[in-house]
Structures are given as C-alpha cells and as structure tokens.
C-alpha cells in the first residue's frame, strides 16, 4: 500500500465526472487499499478517486467507531429524505470547515470490495459522507451545497474554529498572558 497526494480545490480534476468500474481486478482494489491508507494518514472520513487523480467510480469510508474502512465501487444513491445542515471538511480543503445541507438519510447501492452487491438504508455520519464521496465522483464539492449565507471557515488540526477571539472584538495582542495561562491551572486552584 502506499500513500497518494491528494489533489486540492481548485484542481480541476475535482470538478470531472469519474467513470464506471468495469472490471474490479487487482489495480482497482489496490487502488482501493491506497485509499484507505490515505484517508487515514489525513484523519478524514472518506474519499473518492478524483481526489487522488483517478476518474474512477470508486469510495472509501471510515466511520471512526468502526474497526474497518468501507470502500464502494460504483456506488449510487438510490433514495434520499429529509433535510439538514451539519458541519462538514473536505480532504481536497484541509483547514477548512463549513456548515453544509445534507439529507436526513439516504439509500445507496454499490458493490463492495468482494464484488458483492449491497444496498444499505443510512443515516448520520454515513450517510453525509455518502452524499459527500458520491458528490465527488459527479465533480460536485461541499462548498456547492453551503447552507444559505454560510461560508468556510478555518480550523485547526482538531477541527477547531480558529480566529473566534475576534468574534469578541478584542485583539488577541491586548490579551494580558497571565490571562491566557489561566486555562491550564487546574479549577480547584482558581477557586482558591
Ligand atoms: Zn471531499
């Protein structure tokens, strides 16, 4: 397995449609593993081919409660319900965040790495990042499906909002540091 760079907005490989998997032999499920291997190495949730420079119908998915990763080939959302608006990245927009709108749930279908066709009735995690990856492979991005007046905002490595110091108006500089020590001191020391 080895790992792949992954292409960044705005390259434009992103905004292609990838093409059918005909045949699933052992380039495409290598292809498969070096996406797993990846995604993790980022911390994110999933991937599509586009993202590693293959205009192929081919996903993976990894739910962070779950021990292995998914990976769908030609996967297709079959149904979806509902609204929502959640939070959502984008391994093509690292540092970056934005609340997006999503279905409530959906219904997919796609072959799996055996071959095996499933059709899975999801909601949650799996299904955002379903609608997501599928979104890829038709050269559509998250920042396409942004909730009214919403724009990406930056994060830090744990997906933290940055710069929300200055949603009080105040300049960091003017921060006095004893101050900003202040949250490593246990609070039963404060209290004291
Ligand atoms: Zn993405």
Not at 75 to 84: C, D, M, T, V, Y
Request: glycine content about 6%; aromatic content about 4%; charged content about 35%.
């Amino acid at each position: 397995m080895a790992i792949r760079d992954i292409l960044a907005i705005p390259h434009p490989i992103l905004r292609q449609r990838a093409k059918k998997v005909r045949r699933v032999d052992k380039r495409l499920l290598r292809l498969a593993h070096d996406m797993v291997e990846t995604m993790r190495e980022a911390g994110g949730v999933g991937l599509a081919a586009n993202q590693v420079g293959e205009l192929r119908r081919l996903v993976v998915i990894q739910i962070p409660e779950e021990e292995e990763a998914r990976i769908y080939i030609n996967p297709e959302i079959l149904k979806r319900s509902g609204a929502r608006e959640v939070e959502e990245g984008c391994l093509s927009h690292a540092g970056y965040r934005a609340m997006v709108n999503r279905s409530e749930w959906i219904r997919f279908g796609a072959l799996d790495h055996t071959e095996k066709v499933v059709k899975i009735k999801t909601d949650g995690l799996l299904s955002q990042a379903m609608e997501h990856e599928v979104d890829h492979l038709n050269g559509i991005l998250y920042l396409d499906h942004l909730v009214e007046h919403a724009t990406p905002y930056r994060v830090d490595e744990e997906g933290q909002p940055l710069d929300t110091e200055l949603e009080s108006g105040e300049d960091e500089s003017d921060t006095p540091s004893d101050l900003l020590e202040d949250d490593d001191v246990p609070a039963s020391m404060k209290i004291k």
